[in-house]
């Protein structure tokens, strides 16, 4: 089963690659993507060494930037390798999805290729996923839009752990390397823009062939372009759009030339929009396409200005970021919810008790009029009701007139109608001999019927989260004593029927601990509570009561 730790490591790796992603935009220049690149690499993803290989108009790869040693930089930047030698380094070792491994048992036939390489030293590998000096891996980067066309290669080396990159270290460098070959395709785009907007303002006898050349860039550039009208009545009218924008959207020039990005943007992102359109820059929201749904774009606007009258228009770039976002998505879902029932996990469960609950146990205050004569008479009254001595500092979030809405554990002796947060504790009586008699296979089948079933029995505000092994937490917010008790039995009474798994009928049975969730305590402490209260309602019951069979 998945270690308790590893969704707290995919989380910190997912918030690395999305900085050193970010980082990749705020480059102003192609050198300086490039550098940023190798840069983030070796500050990101967990490599000591990563190198950046350009292929020249010629064909052939240029070292074009590398990162985490200085002597082997100045060695080996700026060497070419041949086109045929990297196409026989692509070619051979083992596939890894889009990367490329060579091991050091089959890379000794390189040593001797014009591609321009570094040796480290070290000892021989102890185990069969220990990183060798001479191990090599490749990530290719594509053209934007996929296809064959290389763009160049990053190359790898010295893993911060000393082992070969799992599946988990291999999607996120797969995941950098496509991000890096948008972010370098966008910086030569970018280039060219700007040099034809150079043009534009500084060679008046040149005006015909400048107007021509942004044209050709405008028209057949790989991402959506649009000049949009600035200023006035008709202000962020689309004036003109290019071909990779019109497929984007799904609606042909002509139309658009009606719409503003106002009329398209997702109404959610209106805000967003209207900053970037006003102060320039770029932004990531989500545009309608002509079939009703929407699409996650990045919006770069430049504000294209005349020397003598001031802004001109807006020049838009937009570029498709639907899978980044899905992907990503998938990632933040993947590192809060447990892999085999798809319930939130223990990180998720802890997040989301935590945000209820204050530092401060909640005091109540007769009535408002009280409060306030607390705060500007006795200091040490005031003071005892959350309120400054001098009574005029309410910003500080922890007064009787705080936002935020405390959490009190009902009066489980006496049901007096309060209500609260319940922590139902749940632990599964019966599965380890489960486990032990038929396998982990039906062990996994019983926990996955068992999350669906708890799932169903709950409202649809309530968590239902995997602890870990059979252990499940259930949150539901609103209960008094009576109604925690009842969610008990009839989430008891759920899991008791027999669960049926490849064609065998096996039981379970469940015990539960009701705890309560109360400002001035930590999820921790809440939930060692509830923990509690499931062994003492576990101990009072018979073990053939606490088996269903």
């Known amino acids: 089963m998945e270690a308790e730790s590893e969704p707290y490591v995919r989380l910190a790796t ?27 690499i070796v500050a990101g993803l967990g490599y000591e060494l990563a190198c950046v290989n350009l292929v020249r108009p010629d064909g052939d790869l240029v070292v074009a930037a590398f990162a985490g040693n200085s002597a082997a930089e100045a060695l080996i930047t700026g060497r070419v390798g041949s086109r045929t030698s990297w196409e026989r380094r692509l070619a051979m070792g083992e596939m890894w999805d889009e990367l490329r491994f060579i091991p050091h048992t089959d890379g000794w036939v390189l040593l001797d290729d014009d591609v321009p390489q570094w040796h480290t030293e070290g000892p021989e590998p102890r185990f069969e996923d220990e990183w060798h000096p001479q191990d090599r891996l490749y990530a290719p980067m594509y053209a934007s839009g ?68 942004f044209r050709q860039a405008f028209e057949y ?113 993947r590192a809060s919810h447990d892999a085999l029932t798809g319930l939130p996990n223990s990180a998720e469960l802890r997040a989301r008790l935590s945000a209820r609950l204050c530092e401060r146990p909640h005091s109540v205050v007769s009535t408002d009029v009280e409060a306030l004569d607390a705060a500007y008479g006795d200091v040490d009254e005031a003071r005892a009701h959350g309120f400054p ?91 008094g004593s009576a109604d925690a008790a009842d969610l008990a039995v009839r989430l008891r009474n759920a899991i008791i029927p027999p669960i049926r798994v490849d064609g065998r009928a096996v039981r379970v049975g469940a015990s539960f601990g009701i705890g309560w969730a109360a400002c001035g305590m930590t999820a921790e402490e809440v939930l060692r509570s509830a923990d509690q209260r499931m062994y003492v309602e576990k101990r009072s019951r018979s073990k053939v009561h606490r088996r269903a069979g």
């Not at 486990?435 to 708890?454: M, P, S």
Request: aromatic content about 4%.
């Open 14 to 40: 997912m918030r690395q690659l999305h900085q050193a992603v970010a980082d990749l935009n705020t480059a102003r220049s192609l050198a300086d993507t490039l550098q940023t690149v190798a840069d983030g």
């Open 146 to 213: 996929g296809g064959s066309d290389l763009l160049g290669v990053i190359s790898v080396d010295r893993p911060r752990n000393g082992r070969r990159p799992g599946a988990w270290g291999r999607e996120a460098l797969q995941m950098y390397a496509s991000q890096s070959a948008i972010a370098i395709s966008n910086a030569r785009l970018r280039a060219n823009m700007q040099r034809a907007l150079v043009r534009l303002e500084r060679e008046q006898q040149a005006l015909r062939a400048s107007e021509e050349s």
């Open 221 to 333: 550039a790989p991402s959506g372009m649009a000049i949009a009208e600035m200023g006035g009545d008709q202000h962020g009218r689309l004036l003109r759009t290019n071909d990779a924008l019109c497929r984007l959207l799904g609606r042909p020039a002509s139309v658009l030339r009606r719409y503003s990005f106002a009329d398209l943007v997702h109404p959610e992102d209106i805000g967003t929009l209207l900053r970037t359109s006003a102060e320039g820059g770029r932004a990531e929201l989500r545009l309608g396409r002509r079939d009703g749904t929407y699409l996650w774009v990045s919006l770069r606007n430049s504000v294209v200005a005349d020397t003598a009258d001031g802004p001109r228009f807006l020049l838009t770039h937009v570029e498709d970021i639907e899978e980044r976002k899905r992907h990503e998505l998938n990632l933040a879902h």
């Open 389 to 479: 001595a001098d009574g005029f500092d309410v910003g500080r979030g922890v007064g009787p007139y705080d936002h935020h809405v405390h959490s009190v554990a009902p009066d489980t002796g006496n049901d007096d109608g309060s209500k609260g947060l319940a922590v139902l504790f749940c632990d599964l009586d019966g599965f380890k001999s489960i486990n032990d008699r038929f396998g982990h296979h039906t062990g996994d089948a019983v926990l996955i019927e068992v999350a669906r079933r708890l799932t169903t029995c709950v409202r649809d505000g309530d968590t239902v989260a995997r602890l870990g092994g059979d252990e499940f937490v259930v949150l539901a917010d609103g209960l």
